[in-house]
């Protein structure tokens, strides 16, 4: 007659079902934790970038002369395969003025806001499946705009920077 030890030789099928259930489980965490960091890794490579972007932009104007600071929009390289949009918002004068809901003046009757730097605001988009040759700045700064409930005017949600810097030229004179 035989023991029960020299019958318990193998696995039972319940025992591999729950070992491949166990190696299957942990495997799945692994394999979204590693895409989660992989996402994350090529995010932070893209703020990086759109920081680099933006101060290299930022520090080409220093040594500008100051009428020749204007607004523009451009297709920058982004980390990888990946492309950046910049746009540079040039806040003078007018456009100051134009933002208030009333004005202060000084002592010589002339708007104090004239007395402000200049303010330039950079500010860097991920230009995802935007291709260089065909880039429209126009589109781009339509698209960007904000309506009633932060939806441009083709009802879709308006891009947001990546990245926003401000440089502000004191030396620079409104009148």
Do not use: C
């Not at 705009?145 to 810097?165: C, I, K, Q, T």
């Amino acid at each position: 007659m035989r023991t029960a030890a020299n019958r318990a030789s193998g696995y039972t099928v319940v025992e591999i079902i729950v070992a491949i259930t166990v190696l299957a489980a942990g495997s799945a965490v692994l394999w979204y934790g590693l895409r989660s960091a992989a996402q994350i890794d090529r995010l932070n490579a893209m703020h990086h970038a759109a920081v680099l972007l933006a101060r290299s932009d930022l520090e080409s104007l220093r040594g500008a002369a100051k009428e020749t600071i204007h607004d523009t929009v451009y297709l920058g390289r982004g980390a990888g395969a990946d492309s950046l949009i910049l746009v540079r918002t040039v806040m003078d004068s007018a456009r100051i003025v134009n933002t208030l809901d009333e004005l202060v003046l000084d002592e010589k009757l002339s708007p104090k806001e004239l007395r402000k730097p200049l303010e330039v605001r950079v500010r860097v988009f991920s230009g995802r499946g935007e291709d260089a040759a065909v880039f429209d700045p126009d589109a781009f700064l339509r698209r960007m705009e904000y309506g009633e409930e932060g939806m441009n005017a083709e009802g879709e949600a308006a891009p947001r920077p990546l990245v926003s810097l401000i440089l502000m030229v004191p030396e620079y004179k409104w009148y």
